[in-house]
């Protein structure tokens, strides 16, 4: 079943477009940070000039359209009649849309890697950063977070997908989640008052994994350190990746 998901993916159109947006979102940024100050291009240099970001909605994109169009074109029906459970056919999906994550991921290092010797000659990789660590430590550490983060954004778009049919509300709905749940979470923490130890281990909370490494300043807001944030994903992904699994397992073809 990996085999023909992937044999799919090979011949998407989305998925070739994708990689290619994102190669071009890092270089219109990019372009705008050679007048910043020093720390400034450090900083875009250590998220890939927002390339993590950009890979996390590119894969709610891709993960929604993964899951709905074979209830959209019927073709759910005959995948079903190859396998023993449907959650052989979820998994694999699954498992293939975390390779794809892995690989835009690396696409994003790659291309950071050559926007600074093309551009940005002038910054020191070696020098130290956030942490006490180099700044080429703190880009690998950001995409190993935003990676470890999109389990949970993967999980919860393949939840939200197996609901409907339509990947455009699925996509809408995820990426109001992406853009606006910190902030919402952030809101709630602030009036929560005696209800914030429980509170915070809301799944909006856990979207700032990554931000709060970045800036550690997010954990007044968030009111978790990174290893909870990182304890907290991980529950949170594997909670809408199984909800997702038995919705998807048991709606009308």
């Known amino acids: 079943m990996i085999k023909q998901e992937l044999f799919k993916l ?17 270089l219109f940024v990019a372009g705008f940070t050679l007048t910043a100050t020093y720390s400034d291009q450090q900083f875009y240099f250590s998220v890939a000039y927002s390339g993590f970001q950009w890979v996390s909605i590119l894969m709610i994109i891709l993960s929604a359209t ?10 759910i029906k005959q995948l079903a009649l190859q396998v023993r459970s449907r959650n052989q056919i979820y998994f694999a999906k699954w498992l293939v849309m975390v390779g794809v994550s892995v690989c835009l991921h690396g ?28 700044l080429l430590h703190n880009l690998v550490a950001n ?19 197996s609901l409907g049919r339509n ?37 909006l909370n856990m979207l700032n994994l990554q931000n709060e490494y970045g800036n550690p300043a997010y954990r007044h807001m968030t009111h978790l350190t990174l290893t909870q944030l990182a304890v907290g994903n991980g529950m949170w992904a594997i909670g809408f990746i199984a909800l997702g699994a038995i919705i998807f397992s048991k709606r009308q073809l």
């Open 10 to 26: 090979r011949y998407q159109k989305s998925l070739w477009a994708a990689a290619g947006v994102l190669i071009m979102l890092m």
């Open 167 to 203: 990947s455009g509300v699925t996509i809408a709905v995820s990426l109001a989640v992406c853009f606006f749940g910190e902030g919402l979470s952030a809101m709630v923490l602030q009036v929560a008052g005696p209800l914030t130890g429980i509170l915070r281990w809301n799944p």
């Open 107 to 134: 696409l994003a290092i790659l291309t950071t890697m050559l926007i600074q010797l093309g551009l940005n000659q002038h910054l020191e990789l070696k020098s130290n950063y956030l942490y006490h660590q180099s």
């Open 143 to 161: 995409a190993e977070l935003d990676l470890y983060g999109n389990l949970l954004i993967i999980g919860l778009v393949f939840c939200l997908a």
């Open 66 to 75: 993964c899951v709905t169009m074979e209830f959209a074109y019927g073709t």
